[in-house]
Every structure is written in structure tokens, then in C-alpha cells.
């Protein structure tokens, strides 16, 4: 059953409000260890309590998935910031700054200035999910350490 501290394996594909397939796990089931913020929150709770074999449809408001569209993620730079790189929208760039470090893609390019936005690419979207849960697992005390999943060679940091 998936409870706290347990390894589970699921088989599951994700779609968007109109019924596009964003994700799905194609190559094998996804591994996770349940009860450690692995997954988005909404899932991982509409999860729990499920034994294997089962499956469930499961909808997931965009504040239990990757949040709402925060508008101070939106922002431009200094196109000068890219030096001998020409930035184009869909790039995705690592920004640092201090202790600051970010993902951001780019959204547009001005003549001066580069317009990014930090926000995840799912952010503002209810997410629908068709899971079926292959297996649960004890997790090693390794992983409880951790807080994730090894593979089946254990995992080094």
C-alpha cells in the first residue's frame, strides 16, 4: 500500500485541460519515494492509500502542482548580459547572481533587451493524471536518509 516512506512504482500519463499528452512514462515506471515532496504535492496526496494494480484518474489544481504564474518571474535583461551568444525565444539559460541561481527560458528578444520568464513551463496549469501503481517497496534506510530513490546500483552524491 502506498503509505510514508515507501518506494512506489508508477505507470502514469499526464495531460493538460484540453486532453494533451504532456508526459507519460513510456520508458518504465516512475519511482518515487512517498511522503518526501518527490512528486507535486496534489498527486502524491490523491496517492496515498493506494495498493498495487490499482489505477486512478486524478486531477490536480495548478496550486497543487507547479503553482500559479507569479508575474515577478517575468522579467527582461540587458541583452548585452548574452555576450557573443544570440539569444533566442525557447532558449532555456542558468542565471546567477550571488547566491541566486535560476532557469529561466526566454520569451522574447528587443534590440536592447532579452524579456525571460522563471516561471516552470507548467506553472498555471491544471494537470490531469491516469496512474497506475506498479509496485511499493520498503525504501532502504539509505534513501530515507536522502530523501529519494537509488537505482537498483545505489546512488552516489
Given at each position: 500500500?502506498?503509505?510514508?516512506?515507501?518506494?512506489?512504482?508508477?505507470?502514469?500519463?499526464?495531460?493538460?485541460?484540453?486532453?494533451?499528452?504532456?508526459?507519460?512514462?513510456?520508458?518504465?515506471?516512475?519511482?518515487?519515494?512517498?511522503?518526501?515532496?518527490?512528486?507535486?504535492?496534489?498527486?502524491?496526496?490523491?496517492?496515498?492509500?493506494?495498493k498495487v494494480g490499482?489505477?486512478?484518474?486524478?486531477?490536480?489544481?495548478?496550486?497543487?502542482?507547479?503553482?500559479?504564474?507569479?508575474?515577478?518571474l517575468k522579467f527582461?535583461?540587458?541583452?548585452?548580459?548574452?555576450?557573443?551568444?544570440?539569444?533566442?525565444?525557447?532558449?532555456?539559460?542558468?542565471?546567477?547572481?550571488?547566491?541566486?541561481?535560476?532557469?529561466?527560458?526566454?520569451?522574447?528578444?528587443?534590440e536592447t533587451e532579452?524579456?525571460?520568464?522563471?516561471?516552470?513551463?507548467?506553472?498555471?496549469?491544471?494537470?490531469?493524471?491516469?496512474?497506475?501503481?506498479?509496485?511499493?517497496?520498503?525504501?532502504?534506510?539509505?534513501?530515507?536518509?536522502?530523501?529519494?530513490?537509488?537505482?537498483?546500483?545505489?546512488?552516489?552524491?
Amino acid at each position: 500500500m502506498v503509505t510514508k516512506d515507501q518506494v512506489v512504482s508508477m505507470k502514469y500519463t499526464l495531460t493538460d485541460a484540453k486532453g494533451e499528452v504532456l508526459d507519460q512514462s513510456s520508458e518504465g515506471p516512475l519511482e518515487y519515494l512517498h511522503g518526501h515532496g518527490n512528486i507535486i504535492p496534489g498527486l502524491e496526496q490523491a496517492l496515498d492509500g493506494m495498493k498495487v494494480g490499482s489505477t486512478k484518474k486524478v486531477h490536480v489544481p495548478a496550486a497543487q502542482a507547479y503553482g500559479e504564474l507569479n508575474p515577478d518571474l517575468k522579467f527582461s535583461v540587458d541583452r548585452q548580459a548574452f555576450g557573443d551568444t544570440e539569444p533566442q525565444p525557447g532558449m532555456v539559460v542558468q542565471l546567477h547572481g550571488g547566491d541566486q541561481h535560476m532557469v529561466a527560458r526566454i520569451t522574447g528578444v528587443a534590440e536592447t533587451e532579452v524579456h525571460l520568464d522563471a516561471n516552470h513551463p507548467l506553472a498555471g496549469q491544471d494537470l490531469n493524471f491516469d496512474v497506475e501503481i506498479a509496485g511499493v517497496r520498503e525504501a532502504t534506510p539509505e534513501e530515507l536518509a536522502h530523501g529519494h530513490v537509488h537505482g537498483p546500483h545505489g546512488h552516489h552524491h
